[in-house]
């Protein structure tokens, strides 16, 4: 269980990313018609699923295996679909909101564990990349479906860009550990909004034809 | 190789789990038209994928790493269902057998495994639910298919009920472990066949469309 | 950064390796209108993904992690594509050696860290096929397709058969190691260019129809 005296700021913000996350992995399993569990196992990955890689790339135990809080923040969210799903077409705006908020904060926690874990900057950047990322791509890769973010990039240049400014904020500023972090969530949510808002995307590679490939 | 002389119960009963599994993913793999290789792959994947993850999870090395007895069984599968791949559909129920054996095995060696390295019960349905499903999620990733369990949960309750009846006599009872091992399985695979019985389905959300997701 | 000082000529044909695998990755992510970033992540996966899987399973640090060169190289494969995506198809046979020269290369380094990690030979053979054609697989999976691999097994055959021969000329004769390696990825080499110029494949399995299995 979940011991609520020691909550933090921080621990609220994760609760809201995390949430952020298992909703839109339990929405779109139920568009594909899952069943209650396949929806709660798509949530779940959805939100675990970035932290999870790189945890077992840097050979430590999961972060989820830890604490249960992941766990109920997906039920909390399966059942907050089940009760609300009518309503919650108009409420996208606050869970585009919400998911912003968590996908900064995924960034944030990858990045500065790596650095704490003595690795070098490039590998804080892929880090913080992984941890916001990846949950949604293990989550299309469930639904069958190519990732969504390999073709609107706006998620991951946002994690890119979140990283470097991290890494350079860290590394080459005496600055405040609190405002290092609220600085880079502040610039991926800043540049993921900018690039919906101008739909901004990345150039797609041409002149490729399928099957050119001979081997 | 195989040290014969040290054969237990335990051994004959994972080695038909092992088996009925490879079978599955051989079957499923040969309909796709893959090669014997493929097919070799995917039965392997689905036999040994979910204590894969788990033992990933866990930080240790994967338990196949160690005796290369999964390996042959999964060939024996192969070499089977090449000599009998016309009379397989007469054996269905018999393979099923096989199979919801394998399955609740699978369940009890994961939860055990994971009380054992001192982890909190959650964890240990978790992991058991892991066990006896990822091989399964991975075998249709692989086929290109969305993963069975998240439309027909049979499988995925089954686990997680095993697993919570594992963690309850394990830590709650003073019962012999053998005896928690068994009803444990049996309570698996009655599960299993009860829900088959009478077509029991967790049910599905509605109200998602497709591409509701602005994000 | 890289270090160009300590080049050796094993890190030159790791690098023509490294870059005709993420080449293969970018392309076929560039015929399903991947963006540049979707692109990238892809040949990047294609190149390190077996790789990576492999020291997973062998619970060391990803190899990449260790050195950027990795990443540079993908970021080059990229700008390659980029400026010479007209005339990439002219270059085929070109690629087909690189591609070659990384599969025989990544088979030997796989097989050889798993017999310096003192595991059985057995487990060298499987960790050598997975160095080689893991990448690939994810690759496709990535890209929504069935994996190649299971289909047109030249790759996989020719990866096990190289696993069998480094081993046992490693174990069982007293040749200098550059010999086995070389030797080795020769015969990785050889089966595949035969294999491509007589059309050789393995059988499929027949008699399967999809959904025949009742669970």
Redesign the interface.
Known sequence: MFDFSTIQFVDVIEFIGTFAFAI?G??????????????F??GLVTAVGGG?LRD???????FW?DN?IY?WCTLFALVF??IF??Y??HL?ST??AF?SIGLALFVVVGAEKTLNLG??P??AV?MGTITGSVGG?LRD???????L??????Y??AC?IGGVVFVLLYNHTGLNLIFVEISTAFVVILVRYLA?KYHL???????????????
């Open positions: 839109s339990i929405r779109l399993a139920s568009a594909k018609k899952f069943d209650l569990f396949g929806a196992v798509v999870t077992l790339l840097f050979g430590v135990i999961p295996m249960s766990l679909v089940m799903h009518n919650l077409i996208d869970f585009f998911d690795f070098d490039w590998v892929i791509v890769v469930l639904i069958n479906e190519i990732p973010i390999f073709r609107k990039e706006i991951a240049s890119v919906i995307s990345l150039p797609t590679l041409k002149g490729e034809k399928k099957n050119n490939l001979p081997y």
